[in-house]
């Protein structure tokens, strides 16, 4: 008998065929796992730049190097003036979430609101896109980022899923969805899902923002004050 060939084998351990694309990729993949290919001049500026990423990976990896870094940043801050020093500090609270609740600050809130929306959610650790931010950047104060995976909510058929954002106080939330990840028919599922707990929901696409964003903020000004409290 003869042995299985490896296309052979990967279609009974997968239970299907793969697709002209999906072998494409496998054979893209294993080309540049060989040595030679990276030393072909038409590949040259690619391998310089895994070569700087693989140092900068070992880098941070490296404890004596993050002692170094570390010391360095002290050293550095601390000769600054104390002039500088002060403004950073400033720079520093105005970034915290619960300046921007004061009242006296209202105002300047406003005008902020975008930069506060992507330093914050930078400094929080959290994981928010450009696309993400910039969407953020065109809403109320009040509506929060929950791409993080902070608000889970459990479906009848028993999936969970968690929104991009949602507006505190009322049954809405907002998705932003980009076309490599996924197709046009998960704005119809995604919708129907938060339905069927009883929330109301916006799918912003990426190309439709990036295409007609004064469109798309319209869309979004529009669902927000159907959805928020006058």
Known sequence: MREKTHAAVSRAQTGRKKSDYEKSVVRQNALRMNATYWKKPENAARAKLRQKSTFARQ???DPNFLKKAQAGAK???EAHPEE???RGRKTALILNSTYWKKPENAAR???RVRALNRAGAMLAG???NRFEADVWGEM???VEYTGDGRWWRKLPSGKSINPDFRIPGTKAVIETF?????PPSDEKQRIAEWESVGFRCLVIWNLKWR???EKEILRLRRFLASVMPS
């Open 75 to 77: 050293a550095w801050w």
């Open 59 to 61: 880098l941070r990896e």
């Open 84 to 86: 500088e020093k002060a």
């Open 211 to 213: 295409a007609n964003r």
């Open 126 to 128: 959290r994981a928010i």
């Open 109 to 111: 809130a406003k005008e």
């Open 178 to 182: 980009g076309e490599p990840w996924h």
């Open 140 to 142: 109320p104060l009040c």
